[in-house]
């Protein structure tokens, strides 16, 4: 089974890419994020009949994830209990959807960015992973294959940014941000993806601005992070940098894994 993960920065406006991707990829389940659209403006015909089931949590031009499968999806859930809410009136931001595909349980996360270090925001995402860590606590010691992946907001090593110094004093690098990934995998989860794809200057989101892509100044951002039993079955792992380059791209490549029947 091939799994991924992909922000693509809008659904509406890159659905044709990810239609073209998915084709040539062979890819069985796709966690997607930022899909930046309403339940009735998601593209679900087109993922349809190339095969896929759709599940979809969005509300609005911001946040959205969804989750793409050929091999079955079942036991959709939206969100996980206690999450924070966020803004005035608060609201519970369209983040997190997990479902059963093929045996294995996976979740397509939008961590929040956090915008910077003093912004309300930024407590919001530190609440965010910490509610995430304990329901990911009692997901690890699950028999059933578990992975939580998307885009984290976070570069959890200096290696997983192009320049520390760029990033003094910013979000995605701050030891609170930090901690919070830790967290996840301190409940017993584990990065899949760096022992197949080892740094320095292996990067999964590049920004449009300033040739960033093209300087290959980037940031390692998206993650699949598995349980035990996930992780077992991993037998080889990418990040698809090539499909970050081209006209209409997402500002994030995909992350791949294969697993062992």
Known sequence: MRIATWNVNSIRSRIDRVEDWLRRTDVDVLAIQETKAREDQFPYLT?????????????????????????????VQVGFEGAPQWGEPPVTEARAIGATCGGVR???????NGRQLEDPHMAYKVEWLRVLAADAAGWSTDE????????????????????????????????????????VLDAGFVDVVRAH???????????????????????????????????????????DREERKGKGASDHAPVVVQLRD
């Open 106 to 112: 996976v979740w397509s996360v939008y961590v929040p």
């Open 144 to 183: 059933t294959p578990t992975a939580i992946m998307g885009d984290w907001n976070i570069a959890p090593h200096d290696e997983d940014v192009w320049s520390m110094e760029f990033y003094e004093d910013k979000s995605h690098v701050s030891p609170a941000e930090r901690a919070g990934f830790q967290g």
């Open 197 to 239: 794809a080892p740094g320095p200057k292996v990067y999964t989101y590049w920004d449009y601005q300033q040739l960033r892509f093209q300087k290959n100044r980037g940031m390692r951002i998206d993650f699949i992070l598995g349980n035990p039993t996930f992780a077992a079955r991993v037998e080889g792992a990418a990040i």
């Open 47 to 75: 993922l349809q009949a190339l095969g896929y089931e759709v599940a979809h949590h969005g509300f609005n031009q911001w946040n959205g994830v969804a989750i793409a499968s050929r091999v079955g999806l079942e036991d």
